[in-house]
Nanobody, 123 residues
Framework: QVQLVESGGGLVQPGGSLRLSCAAS????????MGWYRQAPGKQRELVAA???????NYADSVKGRFTISRDNAKNTVYLQLNSLKPEDTAVYYC?????????????????WGQGTQVTVSS
């Protein structure tokens, strides 16, 4: 089993920044890819960004150029830097981990989920 614990959410004004962290523990040898999803009220959970253990990344079009995913393999932690935040970025952000990149980018096939952290963008 793998446990994922997110932190770093909060309330921020439009145009502001936040940094989310997700620390993995447990059977981390089984993890190859990690990612971040978000879910706004009344909407489906959507992929925001994903990263492999080698550093290859993938981003949703809506966040390209504003969000950056990174990973510290020594600390078993993945980060999501959120810049130029917009009200439509408001959602619960979830950390995800899977044994392959193909699994982590497919919500129904993610192996492990974190508990989520709220990001609210509002003036």
């Amino acid at each position: 089993q793998v446990q994922l614990v997110e932190s770093g959410g909060g309330l921020v004004q439009p145009g502001g920044s936040l940094r989310l962290s997700c620390a993995a523990s447990g059977s981390i040898f089984s993890i190859y890819a990690m990612g971040w999803y978000r879910q706004a009220p009344g909407k489906q959970r959507e992929l925001v960004a994903a990263i492999t253990s080698g550093g290859s990344t993938n981003y949703a079009d809506s966040v390209k150029g504003r969000f950056t995913i990174s990973r510290d393999n020594a600390k078993n932690t993945v980060y999501l830097q959120l810049n130029s935040l917009k009200p439509e970025d408001t959602a619960v952000y979830y950390c995800a981990a899977s044994a392959s990149f193909g699994l982590v980018v497919t919500p129904a096939r993610v192996d492990y989920w974190g508990q989520g952290t709220q990001v609210t963008v509002s003036s």
